[in-house]
């Protein structure tokens, strides 16, 4: 499944309304689920759902997580 980046975090709610929204930072290769620091954060990330993400090379991020 190709991922579908989104500049809003809305848009990429409506693209998938079943999923849950993550920031993907492209330049760490990692992604950030909400509620963790760097959600939304930086120049060089997008929104994506999560379904699209987790079948690409991106792993999740552990910072934040408990």
């Not at 989104?6 to 290769?29: I, M, N, S, T």
């Not at 963790?36 to 934040?64: A, H, I, M, P, T």
Request: charged share 25%; aromatic share 16%; glycine share 14%.
């Amino acid at each position: 499944m190709p991922l579908t980046p989104f500049r809003y975090e809305g848009q990429a709610q409506r693209h998938c309304p079943g999923d849950k929204v993550v920031w993907l930072d492209f330049r760490k290769g990692v992604y950030y689920a909400k509620g963790q620091k760097r959600y939304g954060q930086g120049f060089d990330g997008s929104f994506v759902c999560l379904n699209e993400v987790r079948g690409s090379s991106y792993r999740r991020s552990l910072l934040g997580l408990r």
